[in-house]
């Protein structure tokens, strides 16, 4: 199974600590708590989860931009999470990032040729002519006129601006590609150009695709298969159609119910859950289930869900689950089947 | 039934900046009815936040705002500032889409929120307390007495939401204008906030316009729904029927560029695109604005302004080629 693996996280712990000064002492946030997963080969894996879940630590871990504190990254089976910055180098052609912000992640003061041309450049692959016809390759295969070469990044909109960050992030042909929340800064229409482009991208090229979001419409649009983060823990992991179609977690039945729809009939007639309280902090995480202190269906689960720590268990082949209340073959209560609390 | 109580007629916004005009908003027209949730949709720079903004006159010295806004039978745009004052914050209320800058973080919530009450309606500060803890109670705060005290940097964005909305009731406000109220908000805090604005709409009556990019915001919660393009209006229509039958190219396109669940068999088809951009607003187009984007349009659309016509009772829209695809 895993020598199928494109990208592999074992057991990845990331804890920050905060607010050591002199006097010692301080705290720890716990950003994510033993997340395992595994990106297959030509597979978009969409990571969903809301602020502070942890999903883009797990991306800047698997692009060694931050340390792990313990667990281990394997690219394409092999052990990436102690290589030195040097040892990473010769990796760094197979495991690229597109970034949320396409006006930060640009150089401002490179020309948008030299942007996407630069990981050539850099890894010494091409120059002179080679390295031009490589680039203007790129600018058409993003959909990019080949004339902006020359212009500098202020000078582009917003999705053109994300098309050269995915030409960087694509020039190499990288075996895997780590994008993290890469439409969220964009306009609607503009957004829909650029999904269109990746899922485009990705059938042509084949790479394996790791897609941090908060949209499950992206995800559903887009991904292979969804894997749902809370507080640091990863809560549900499943092929997309099973996930939309049987959410099991009660927190991935919230979002899905919470998740608003374009369509007023639609939007106006469906039940949803609404979420009591706000997410805890990850300075200190709660006991046990760490979604129990909001989970609707916690007196189902008591005293078990604030005291033992779920396992992520097999609840259908390929359909992992982190919930007291489910096991193999036995789902999870409806959350919607409780009185809805709409005012 | 429909009773107008703001109306919105003629509406240009242009900013004078070093650059040029920048004309924001160009002759735009609408009324919120009593109790009615107005949606503005539209997406980045197309003139919906400097619409609600130049209603109460918040936009900087640049702006220079011509048209009618008559709310309760007097002229917002015409109205010396010192009444403008007494009518912003009490009759008419904001709600931004930043709960973490919107609020002082140097004081505490109740506080902020006191200030609105001693201020428009004169009360003491022990009133205002009281009111101020039942107002935080209205809008779902749990432990209201003891959150009063609190910081902003103590709450959580979407607890900061509910104190903004809190602070915008305080003086039971006709209308509330709500600017991307939910859009830095997760999805669940998003719910919660969206079933609040309802029940204050039920409750006290009040007429909400809300502003967002956000079609499926809209279609939960908005009766009637305008839809911008580059500072004019392009089709305005009830909700049900906007979703269900658009007749603008752009408002078709932009349903369209929503990723939805797909059920059908085989391949899923690819989401629309609106190729092109939007038009610079240094010069206010002698055509359709959407002409250059818009598989529709043609000579006619690209030599004139289209007027809004209506297509159906209550459904207006600004084109040449209006109808379903």
Known sequence: ?343 | MAEPLLEVSDLSVRFDTDDGPVHAVDKLSFTLNRGEVLGIVGESGCGKSVTCMSLVRLLPETAVISGNAVFDGVDLLALPPKRLRAIRGRDISFVFQEPMTSLNPVFRIGHQIGEVLTRHLGLSRSDARTRTIELLDLVRIPSPAQRIDEYPHQLSGGMRQRVMIAMALACNPRVLIADEPTTALDVTIQAGVLDLMRDVRERLGTSIVLITHNLGVVADIADRVVVMYAGRKAEEAPVGDLYAAPQHPYTIGLLGAIPRPYHGDGERPRLREIPGRVPSLRELPQMCAFADRCPRADELSRSQVPELRFVRPDHLVACFHPGPE
């Open chain 1, 1 to 343: 199974m895993s020598d199928a693996a494109a990208l592999e996280v074992r057991n990845l712990v990331k804890h920050y600590r905060v607010g050591t000064g002199i006097t010692g002492g301080g705290s720890i946030v716990h950003a994510v708590d033993d997340v395992s997963f595994e990106v297959r080969r030509g597979e978009l894996l969409g990571l969903v989860g809301e602020s502070g879940s942890g999903k883009s630590t797990v991306a800047n871990c698997v692009m060694r931009l931050t340390e792990p504190t313990s667990g281990e990254i394997l690219l394409r089976g092999s052990d990436i999470t102690h290589l030195s910055r040097r040892e990473m180098r010769p990796l760094r052609r197979e495991l690229h990032m597109v970034f949320q912000d396409p006006y930060s992640s640009l150089n401002p003061r490179m020309s948008c040729g030299a942007i996407v041309g630069e990981p050539l450049r850099l890894h010494g692959i091409a120059k002179g002519g080679e390295l031009r016809t490589r680039v203007e390759e790129t600018f058409d295969l993003v959909g990019l006129r080949s004339e902006l070469r020359y212009r500098y990044p202020h000078e582009l909109s917003g999705g053109q601006r994300q098309r050269v960050g995915l030409a960087r992030a694509l020039i190499l042909k990288p075996s895997v590609l780590i994008a993290d929340e890469p439409v969220s800064a964009l306009d609607v229409s503009v957004q829909a150009s650029i999904l269109n482009l990746l899922r485009d991208l990705q059938r042509e090229m084949g790479f394996s695709c790791l897609f941090i979001t908060h949209d499950l419409a992206t995800v559903e649009f887009l991904c292979d298969r969804v894997a749902v983060m809370y507080l640091g823990k990863l809560v549900e992991l499943a092929p997309r159609e099973e996930l939309f179609a049987s959410p099991q977690h009660p927190y991935t039945q919230a979002l899905l119910s919470a998740a608003v729809v374009p369509d007023p009939e639609e939007q106006r007639t469906r039940k949803r859950t609404v979420l009591e309280g706000d997410v805890p902090s990850p300075l200190a995480p709660p006991s046990g289930c760490r979604f129990h202190t909001r989970c609707p269906l916690e007196p189902r689960s008591a005293p078990r869900s604030s005291e033992e720590e779920p396992p992520l268990t097999e609840f259908t082949p390929g359909h992992l689950v982190a919930c007291h209340l489910v096991s193999a073959g036995r789902p999870a209560p409806r959350l919607v089947e409780e009185p809805a609390k709409i005012a």
